[in-house]
Nanobody, 133 residues
Framework: AVRVKESGGGSVQAGGSLRLSCVVS??????????LGWFRQAPGKEHEGVAS????????AYGDSVKGRFTISQDKEKNTVYLQMNTLKTEDTAMYYC????????????????????????WGQGTPVTVLS
């Protein structure tokens, strides 16, 4: 089964940047892994979709709160997806999770609907991001 592992979280001042990485294992892009992306969960809140990427053509989608500040990208040779986060705000503080949707049915707008972990084929352990004021 596909597995994902995040890294790159940390503490940063408001206005700063971080880049998260998500490495895919037990699966490769050539196995038709169609969608990868990020969720986040702030303390006391439900998790929300942040960004997704449809791996066959690289098309991306973003949550309204991060549009224009975050960029999701992929490196197929490294089986890695990145989340570049710029102009960070204190409200971006959360645990960030990488997730995989093998068939890609949730990619795009579906990523931002209320979803449970059971809707995804893989869900990582998370990497914490803290934005300081």
């Amino acid at each position: 089964a596909v597995r994902v592992k995040e890294s790159g979280g940390g503490s940063v001042q408001a206005g700063g940047s971080l880049r998260l990485s998500c490495v895919v294992s037990e699966y490769t892009y050539t196995d038709n892994l169609n969608c990868l992306g990020w969720f986040r969960q702030a303390p006391g809140k439900e998790h929300e979709g942040v960004a997704s990427i449809f791996t066959p053509d690289g098309s991306t989608a973003y949550g309204d709160s991060v549009k224009g500040r975050f960029t999701i990208s992929q490196d197929k040779e490294k089986n890695t997806v990145y989340l570049q986060m710029n102009t960070l705000k204190t409200e971006d503080t959360a645990m960030y999770y990488c997730a995989a949707d093998v068939r890609g049915r949730l990619c795009g707008r579906g990523w931002f609907r209320p979803l449970g972990r059971h809707n995804l084929d893989a869900w990582g352990q998370g990497t914490p991001v803290t934005v300081l004021s």
